[in-house]
């Protein structure tokens, strides 16, 4: 299983980010997939996720703002990230997971595989 995050950058606050994570390897449409984020000397943190079914699910910080989706067809998660602002800024990985069930949605261990990350900084 590979997951490739890319399209991270350096953005200034305010303005929109779009980063993907290709998915091979896997059963792409009967997998749960999310969005975590960590940023310097803090843990990482649940950030979106989109469960197989296509019910999305997000952090009280970025709901609102961040909007997650997935192309079954391409193998890909988007997170789509508006309204960027200094405490956006993060690695941010791409997880993948088959048997994430609703209450552990949000749980990192709940996932099964995990990408390298994409970079997003965002100046003020």
């Known amino acids: 299983v590979q997951l490739q995050a890319s399209g991270g950058g350096l953005v200034q606050a305010g303005d929109s980010l779009r980063i993907s994570c290709a998915a091979s390897g896997l059963t792409f449409s009967r997998t749960s997939m999310a969005w975590f984020r960590q940023a310097p000397g803090k843990e990482r943190e649940f950030v979106a996720a989109?469960?197989?079914?296509?019910?999305?699910y997000y952090a009280e910080s970025v709901k609102g703002r961040f909007a997650i989706s997935r192309d079954n067809a391409k193998n890909t998660v988007y997170l789509q990230m508006n309204s960027l602002n200094p405490e956006d800024t993060a690695v941010y990985y791409c997880?993948?997971?088959?048997?994430?069930?609703?209450?552990?949605?949000?749980?990192?261990?709940?996932?099964?595989?995990w990408g390298l990350g994409t970079l997003v900084t965002v100046s003020s």
């Open positions: 989109i469960r197989w079914v296509g019910s999305t």
């Open positions: 997880a993948a997971g088959s048997g994430v069930i609703l209450s552990t949605v949000r749980v990192d261990k709940s996932y099964d595989y």
